[in-house]
């Protein structure tokens, strides 16, 4: 057994006490130090957030493509900041004591488990979306950030638009709210096939797979397109919706669907995508005694315009010689509509649709300044994206594609956390089996019998 196999064995087996004291930060000055953990893509994002903030240094990077590593320390040092440590194997870099929080930016499929072991190591942790690969692990995220009383953020839902909409709409701006939509109109070109190769120079693919199966690289199976593989990935209403399955939920106040029905399907392209690009998605809701609906859309090609979301002028798409892409959401109610624009949200009152007030709230994303604010005042209320909330939303995901995958509408108990009558959908909550040591282990939230 190597150092680091039995450091995880340690951290995963032993009742640690239920509440760990939060302590000073390690760093003078009041520096927070952060380590960043995968950053090929949205994890740029969290360097160039740190980087400009007061007393936050980016004292680790770590990610299993050497390449990447390199990138990122070249843009450190470019803005004239010390040189990172740097690491391949994320439970090396636990072991720093002087490393205050992590900022998760890996694959789905590493997020619950690197977040349990970074709060079992005494870190905080901001994770990306959506922050549990299924929905054993959905539980197991929150029970750990209980159970080791750290602070871990949701990498979704920060915004202060969304917080203001759900008070708004919860104060009646648009009447008796009823519906939500939520709309992943993206342009998605074919992936192709790609052929089986030897992983490229400088990649650990082991520690890559982590908790998969293993299986020959390719392309398709490694930067990005993991997100269209069942292995890894939850398709696009797991990725670029799991922001917009948040802002749908939250903001219509809503948290545990009772009936969920998904269909859909891989269209136009013969290629190595096994998610479906095109999926619409059902879920009702009986909170308070309220039925309420949530319906959810992806598609992945030519689409048309709604309620003014996803304008021609908009930089993610739309511009000229550029698909349109309508991203965003949609809530319904007796008075009116609210739909989200590039810079917060719109109301549209009355039968002739006449707009009505708008978002009052900074349009800029403060996710990243809110997690180490709460990291140094140890404020959990004031977090805009605590990890809860994160994981109730992925639970609608998971959902939606265990009805796809199924073929049926599935009935769900918040109670037993199970499908009632459906012990095949139940089974679908975990993995059938996690590769040894990338075990995510049952830290306190229920796990079924059926989902043994």
Same mark, same amino acid.
């Given at each position: 057994?190597?150092?680091?196999?039995? #450091?995880? !064995?340690?951290?995963?087996?032993?009742?640690?006490?239920?509440?760990?004291?939060?302590?000073?930060?390690?760093?003078?000055?009041?520096?927070?130090?952060?380590?960043?953990?995968?950053?090929?893509? #949205?994890?740029?994002?969290?360097?160039?957030?740190?980087?400009?903030?007061?007393?936050?240094?980016?004292?680790?990077?770590?990610?299993?493509?050497?390449?990447?590593?390199?990138?990122?320390?070249?843009?450190?040092?470019?803005? %004239?900041?010390?040189?990172?440590?740097?690491?391949?194997? !994320?439970?090396?870099?636990?072991?720093?004591?002087?490393?205050?929080?992590?900022?998760?930016?890996?694959?789905?499929?590493?997020?619950?488990?690197?977040?349990?072991?970074? $709060?079992?190591?005494?870190?905080?942790?901001? $994770?990306?979306?959506? $922050?549990?690969?299924?929905?054993?692990?959905?539980?197991?995220?929150?029970?750990?950030?209980?159970?080791?009383?750290? /602070? $871990?953020?949701?990498?979704?839902?920060?915004?202060? *638009?969304?917080?203001?909409?759900?008070?708004?709409?919860?104060?009646?701006?648009?009447? &008796?709210?009823?519906?939500?939509?939520?709309?992943?109109?993206?342009?998605?070109?074919?992936?192709?096939?790609?052929?089986?190769?030897?992983?490229?120079?400088?990649?650990?693919?082991? =520690?890559?797979? %982590?908790?998969?199966?293993?299986?020959?690289?390719?392309?398709?199976?490694?930067?990005?397109? *993991?997100?269209?593989?069942?292995?890894?990935?939850?398709?696009?209403?797991?990725?670029?919706?799991?922001?917009?399955?948040?802002?749908?939920?939250?903001?219509?106040?809503?948290?545990?669907?009772?009936?969920?029905?998904?269909?859909?399907?891989?269209?136009?392209? &013969?290629?190595?995508?096994?998610?479906?690009?095109?999926?619409?998605?059902?879920?009702?809701?009986?909170?308070? %005694?309220?039925?309420?609906? /949530?319906?959810?859309?992806?598609?992945? *090609?030519?689409?048309?315009?709604?309620?003014?979301?996803?304008?021609?002028?908009?930089?993610?798409? %739309?511009?000229?010689?550029?698909?349109?892409?309508?991203?965003?959401?949609?809530?319904?109610?007796?008075?009116?509509?609210?739909?989200?624009?590039?810079?917060?949200?719109? +109301? !549209?009152?009355?039968?002739?649709?006449?707009?009505?007030?708008?978002?009052?709230?900074?349009?800029?994303?403060?996710?990243?300044?809110?997690?180490?604010?709460?990291?140094?005042?140890?404020?959990?209320?004031?977090? =805009?994206?605590?990890?809860?909330?994160?994981? /109730?939303?992925?639970?609608? /995901?998971? =959902?939606?594609?265990?009805?796809?995958?199924?073929?049926?509408? =599935?009935?769900? &108990?918040?109670?037993?956390? +199970?499908?009632?009558?459906?012990?095949?959908?139940?089974?679908?909550?975990? #993995?059938?089996?996690?590769?040894?040591?990338?075990?995510?282990?049952?830290?306190?939230?229920?796990?079924?019998?059926?989902?043994?």
């Amino acid at each position: 057994m190597t150092d680091v196999d039995r #450091r995880h !064995f340690i951290l995963s087996s032993v009742a640690l006490p239920a509440a760990i004291k939060a302590s000073a930060l390690q760093s003078p000055n009041n520096t927070v130090r952060v380590a960043v953990v995968g950053f090929n893509g #949205r994890g740029k994002s969290h360097i160039s957030a740190y980087l400009k903030m007061p007393n936050v240094e980016i004292a680790a990077l770590c990610d299993v493509d050497q390449s990447v590593v390199d990138s990122g320390v070249k843009t450190i040092e470019a803005a %004239g900041k010390k040189r990172p440590a740097t690491y391949a194997d !994320f439970r090396k870099l636990l072991d720093d004591k002087s490393i205050d929080a992590v900022s998760i930016a890996t694959p789905n499929f590493h997020h619950t488990l690197q977040t349990i072991w970074a $709060v079992q190591a005494g870190k905080d942790v901001l $994770v990306e979306k959506p $922050v549990s690969y299924n929905m054993f692990e959905a539980q197991q995220i929150t029970a750990a950030a209980r159970k080791y009383n750290r /602070i $871990v953020q949701n990498g979704t839902g920060a915004q202060l *638009w969304l917080h203001e909409a759900k008070q708004k709409i919860a104060d009646g701006i648009i009447g &008796d709210a009823y519906m939500a939509r939520g709309l992943v109109f993206k342009w998605r070109d074919t992936i192709g096939h790609a052929k089986e190769e030897p992983a490229p120079k400088g990649v650990s693919y082991d =520690l890559w797979t %982590g908790p998969a199966p293993v299986k020959p690289f390719t392309k398709n199976r490694f930067h990005y397109n *993991w997100h269209w593989q069942w292995d890894y990935g939850n398709g696009d209403i797991g990725n670029q919706g799991a922001h917009q399955m948040h802002s749908a939920r939250m903001a219509l106040g809503v948290k545990y669907p009772t009936r969920i029905s998904s269909m859909g399907g891989h269209y136009m392209f &013969d290629d190595d995508q096994e998610t479906p690009n095109t999926q619409l998605v059902t879920f009702d809701f009986e909170d308070g %005694g309220k039925k309420k609906l /949530i319906a959810f859309e992806v598609r992945h *090609w030519i689409s048309n315009n709604e309620a003014g979301i996803g304008a021609r002028e908009a930089p993610t798409g %739309g511009g000229k010689g550029e698909p349109l892409q309508t991203v965003g959401n949609i809530w319904y109610g007796s008075k009116g509509y609210l739909a989200t624009t590039r810079d917060g949200f719109q +109301t !549209f009152m009355g039968p002739e649709q006449a707009p009505g007030p708008k978002s009052e709230s900074d349009p800029v994303y403060p996710g990243f300044t809110n997690f180490i604010d709460v990291v140094r005042s140890r404020k959990r209320e004031d977090q =805009l994206a605590e990890v809860e909330e994160g994981a /109730i939303s992925t639970m609608l /995901i998971h =959902l939606a594609n265990i009805s796809y995958r199924t073929g049926r509408t =599935l009935y769900f &108990d918040p109670v037993t956390y +199970t499908c009632k009558g459906d012990p095949e959908a139940t089974a679908m909550f975990t #993995r059938a089996e996690y590769r040894s040591p990338f075990t995510v282990p049952n830290v306190g939230g229920t796990r079924t019998e059926a989902a043994r």
